[in-house]
């Protein structure tokens, strides 16, 4: 595709410079008394304003516009006022009222223009700037400006031939043949932009970009052995011009020439002249197009030829992670995403990255140790403190995991499901440090993110069993685990535990025998809670078999249990 379509709108960031004059004070038709008053308060009002003290100026401007509100002069200050004091909705109200009793005066006009830019009224803009080509028609910045916002509302006929007119007056300037080239393309078509690129280029010859232009513009019309010819001459004369031989890679990539695409790329990376930068997107389109060459060795090779021309541009690394996250080989990424931060710390994209793999395989050492590097450097972005709470939890850090966690959240960021994960860590965390009001208090908050998140519901209702608390709340919560898996063992010891803590001790025990049943691996606390139902059925022999199980298993404190009950 031609990588013209877009220059135009690289340029609509164009500042409106404002513009101010003297202004004739209105011949007035009330009492000279009045009149004195008015040119007290605006006389006054401009030594105020040449002072810097706006907010002072604007009221004698204003009890000014009281006295006489026909004073488009008064109006056009108040505007000026507030405009440079970034008030352009009041800016916008005042040079409206001006331009209203003086339409034809264009420093009224401009100003209006401004206003209205500023607080996106396009469609106002452009009739303001309409109304200032209209009283100066060769203003050639009022016809660019309105050139811009025609083309900003899709009146790209009106754009285009705006900008011809300028361009009649400025032939050689660059800029305007980009956006006059990318407006005949889309109005008159392709044919009709080529034809304009060879009219160009017998204006100004020495503009090499648009002997690229023109062979893109041949490429996408198909045109390719055509293309070629304005190649080789590019190359003959320009030799050194990066964008020549991007676009001509393009070229072979179209006509499926993996050879020659090889052997161009390997040249142009050895090419001194060719500017660094070029380089690296060119490795950069390569990498993360696996089908350029279908053969990862070759690829391989042309990014370690950069590797050893830059060893110490982070960028070849940054490019080098990519290309082996691809082929998930993740030891590789490491090693040159670590080198990476050894160049350079900034980059919270890489960061990112280097967090992403840690966590995927659950290294959480690491991620700690290059956590507390990323917090030195302030990179604190919601996924690398998400991450290092992650691995401060796992490292039985908990307090400190609680800290980061708490910041992540109070970040603003697009990861809802991490925000829910967040609030059920901290639910377990608080819960394990005893302060069971923050722990319920979060898997609430998580909860109310995810009313079915399963692993919450769990946790949440069997500490509210443990603690005897809201017991029939516990058991609707536990009630929803068990509907998505009736067949999840611990999700069914759960529930048995809660009904037994309602005492409904039979139900309990047609579900924890499930629970038994149904789990792969003998556990103590599935049997020690079996024994305890028992008890409470008075069944003592089976009580007594299930909790020497439990004790068999591992569980502590049965010796003193089977005492209790005379077991």
């Known amino acids: 595709m031609i990588r013209y379509t877009n220059l135009l709108f690289f340029l609509f960031a164009l500042f409106f410079v404002g513009c101010s004059t003297a202004v004739k004070l209105p011949q007035s038709t009330y009492g000279v008394e009045d009149q004195r008053n008015y040119e007290y308060l605006y006389y006054e009002g401009l030594s105020l304003k040449l002072q810097g003290k706006y907010a002072e100026a604007a009221k004698f401007f204003y009890n000014a516009s009281v006295i006489n509100p026909n004073s488009d002069a008064v109006f056009y200050e108040l505007a000026k006022l507030h405009y440079q004091v970034k008030d352009y909705n009041s800016s916008f109200k005042y040079s409206t009222k001006a331009v209203q009793l003086s339409p034809n005066n264009k420093w009224y006009n401009s100003l209006l223009a401004e206003s209205c830019m500023a607080t996106n009224k396009t469609d106002s803009a452009v009739l303001v700037f309409e109304k200032l080509v209209e009283l100066s028609p060769n203003s050639y910045n ?94 003959k004369e320009y030799p050194s011009d990066s964008d020549a031989s991007l676009s001509y890679i393009e070229l072979l990539i179209k006509q499926g020439k993996k050879a020659e695409l090889y052997s161009v790329s390997k040249d142009f990376f050895s090419n001194s002249e060719v500017d660094r930068a070029a380089k690296f997107r060119l490795m950069y389109g390569i990498v993360v197009r696996d089908s350029l060459f279908n053969d990862t060795i070759k690829v391989e090779q042309l990014l370690n030829d ?126 394990k440090l005893n302060n069971h009001k923050l722990s319920f208090e979060n898997y609430e908050k998580s909860l109310a993110l995810n009313p079915d998140n399963i692993y919450v519901l769990n946790n ?87 909790l020497l199980k439990a004790k068999e298993l591992g569980k502590d404190h049965v010796d003193e249990l089977l005492k209790q009950f005379g077991l």
């Open 142 to 235: 009022d016809l660019y400006n309105l050139g811009l916002l025609y083309a900003q509302t899709n009146k790209t006929t009106e754009a285009l031939k705006v900008f011809k007119k300028i361009l009649e007056k400025y032939p050689d300037n660059q800029q305007l043949t980009l956006i006059v080239l990318e407006l005949v393309m889309r109005v008159e078509g392709k044919e009709a932009g080529l034809n304009f690129i060879n009219d160009r280029i017998k204006i100004i010859p020495s503009f090499t970009k648009l002997y690229v232009l023109k062979a893109e513009a041949l490429v996408d019309m198909g045109r390719y052995p055509e293309a070629e010819d304005v190649y080789s001459f590019i190359f």
């Open 306 to 431: 950069l590797k050893i021309s830059y060893l110490d541009d982070p960028r070849i690394y940054d490019i080098a992670s990519i290309f082996y996250i691809k082929r998930e080989n993740l030891n590789r990424a490491l090693l040159d995403i670590y080198k990476y931060i050894e160049l350079d710390k900034s980059s919270t994209v890489v960061w990112n990255r280097l967090f992403s793999i840690l966590e995927y395989r659950g290294d959480w050492v690491n991620a700690d140790k290059y956590g507390a590097l990323a917090i030195e450097n302030n990179i604190e972005t919601p996924e690398i403190l998400y991450s290092m709470g992650l691995a401060k939890m796992f490292l039985n850090k908990n307090q400190e995991a609680i800290d980061i966690l708490t910041k992540f959240l109070s970040l603003e960021n697009n990861h809802p499901a991490k925000v829910v994960s967040s609030y059920s860590i901290l639910g377990d965390l608080y819960y």
């Open 460 to 546: 949440y209702s069997y500490y509210l069993s443990v603690e005897g608390v809201n017991l029939p709340y516990a058991l609707k919560l536990s009630k929803k685990t068990i509907d998505a898996e009736p067949n999840n063992p611990t999700y069914l010891d759960t529930y048995a535990w809660i009904l037994y803590k309602l005492e409904r001790y039979s139900d309990a025990l047609l579900f924890i025998q499930k629970a038994i049943s149904l789990s792969t691996e003998a556990s103590s606390e599935l049997y020690y809670h079996q024994g305890m139902i028992m008890l409470k059925l008075n069944k003592q022999m089976e009580a007594e078999k299930s």
